[in-house]
């Protein structure tokens, strides 16, 4: 058995897992253009960005295959997003509430 | 002499380059951000003037090539070679018709005189002007992403078919792989900000 494989860890994940996820991800996105439709205001922002995180969730953890690797990996993807969001907050504390 | 392979350094290492990509992108949406907030009028009105449909097709056919490109991985590693090449030239046959899309999109676009430094831009009020610049900048940069990954993956399918990359050694195509999600990432978000709530 070679190293790649060993390291691996994991199974191939099945061809009918990824057409599910395949799946998922094409009724969010028909999911996200009607709600679009809909004016709900302020929330609209909100529910685009939140089916939109669902929908990258679903890429990392499974298309990415995040949810098998290691936790060097892991934590190194939670940190990558932490500071992305610490950017955004920072930022945000900033020109949400200048006069 | 055997040849030396880290197949767990390798993928550290993509992952380190992603999160690069994705803090250089998620710096535009930050600006994006701060602009809508602050011309949310303007950015509505910018928005109205995308088409949807377009914007609709390009994110199934990324959706999609992220399918193939993920089923092409688990082709490789069941050593299914034939399967591996046919599923990573549909992909990079999606990334182009997807570069076709964008293509007509900024043809038309240009047609109405709407392009960067545009006198019918300078006219616009100054929400709507970075709107189209911000849009311009974005998905320009994302579509140079999405020739890079469509190249990449096609010099991977070259080593497939050599018999370079192989069932137990399928760490490039794994990385190729996991540039092209980034892609795929990317345009989730750029979809819904450009297209439907701005």
Known sequence: MSDAQNDAGSHPLSYRFLAGIWAALLALTALTISVARVDLGFFNVVVALGIASLKSALVIFFFMHLKYENRTIKTMVLVAFVVLAICIGLTFSDVGFRR | ?198
Request: aromatic content about 16%.
């Open chain 2, 1 to 198: 002499m055997t040849e030396h392979r880290d197949y767990a350094g390798g993928k550290l290492g993509m992952w380190l380059f992603l999160f690069t990509e994705i803090l250089l992108f998620g710096g535009l949406f930050l600006l994006y951000a701060a602009y809508l907030h602050r011309y949310p009028a303007d950015f509505n009105a910018g928005g109205k003037q995308l088409d949807v449909v377009l914007g609709a097709a390009n994110t199934v056919i990324l959706i999609t090539s992220s399918f193939t490109v993920a089923a092409s991985i688990t082709a490789l590693r069941l050593g299914e070679t034939t399967r591996c090449l046919w599923l990573l030239a549909a992909t990079v046959a999606l990334a182009l018709g997807f570069l076709v899309n964008k293509f007509f999109e900024w043809s038309a676009k240009f047609g109405h005189g709407i392009y960067p430094g545009s006198e019918h831009l300078m006219r616009l009020p100054p929400g709507e002007n970075l709107f189209f610049g911000l849009y311009y900048a974005m998905t320009g940069l994302h579509g140079l992403h999405v020739l890079i990954g469509a190249t990449l993956l096609t010099v991977t399918a070259a080593l497939v078919r050599r018999g370079r990359v192989t069932q137990g050694n399928f760490g490039l195509l794994e990385n190729a792989g996991l540039y092209w999600h980034l892609v795929d990432l990317v345009w989730i978000f750029l979809f819904p900000l450009f297209y439907l709530i701005a």
